[in-house]
């Protein structure tokens, strides 16, 4: 199967400011990728796919980049709301896949 | 707007069977596939399996000799049973379907939390 890593596992940063998430495949999902955001005691939401086109009513402050094994997640700008723990999903090959999430919390 | 709704025992003794049923409220249930997938505490999420309308299946070979997904059509309903389950398969467990046009997921059930203890 498809190894996600997620990288980091952590991430402080101050309201405002930019966040950069990275999620690398252990082989080649082409653009079959997929960021979720999950808040405690939600369900996953859908924030990107295809790589890079946000889903349904997502702010543009949210951008996904890549292709083949190397991913990046971008918040512009840190709202508050945006606190929460980011997930990548590979649908190129099954068993479907994700990774173990980064934590983002304020600074 | 569609809704998925998800229910199943929460509490459960090692070696029973995890069954849950996801119903599929306000929208088409053909022509698209519906999945189930889990978080253990501390872990991040884990794909078991999904199901289309006509009844093919797909399970994670982890999961696929303890895993069976079905599907009602005639209620709209998908479920999922994991047999001989053990403390491993403590999760929160949520059905989803993938979109049209993507398999990836903007549709989820609320989650149902299963804890497998003696």
């Known amino acids: 199967e498809i190894v996600m890593t997620q990288s980091p596992a952590t991430l402080s940063v101050s309201p405002g400011e930019r966040a950069t998430l990275s999620c690398r495949a252990s082989q080649s999902v082409s653009s079959n990728l997929a960021w979720y955001q999950q808040k405690p005691g939600q369900a996953p939401r859908l924030l990107i796919y295809g790589a890079s086109t946000r889903a349904t009513g997502i702010p543009a402050r949210f951008s996904g980049s890549g292709s083949g094994t190397e991913f990046t997640l971008t918040i512009s700008s840190l709202q508050s709301e945006d606190f929460a723990v980011y997930y990548c999903q590979q649908y190129n090959n099954w068993p479907y896949t994700f990774g173990q999430g980064t934590k983002l919390e304020t600074k | 707007q569609v809704q998925l709704q998800q229910w199943g025992a929460g509490l459960l003794k090692p070696s029973e069977t995890l069954s849950l049923t996801c119903a599929v409220y306000g929208g088409s249930f053909s022509g698209y596939y519906w999945s189930w997938i889990r978080r253990p505490p501390g872990k991040g999420l884990e794909w078991i399996g999904e199901?289309?309308?006509?009844?093919?299946?797909t399970y994670n070979p982890s999961l696929k000799s303890r895993v069976t997904i079905s599907i009602d059509t005639s209620k709209n309903q998908f479920s999922l049973k994991l047999t001989s389950v053990t403390a491993a398969d403590t999760a929160v467990y949520y059905c989803a379907r993938r979109g049209s046009g993507t398999s990836a997921y903007p549709l989820w059930g609320q989650g149902t939390l299963v804890t497998v203890s003696s």
């Open positions: 199901i289309n309308h006509s009844g093919s299946t």
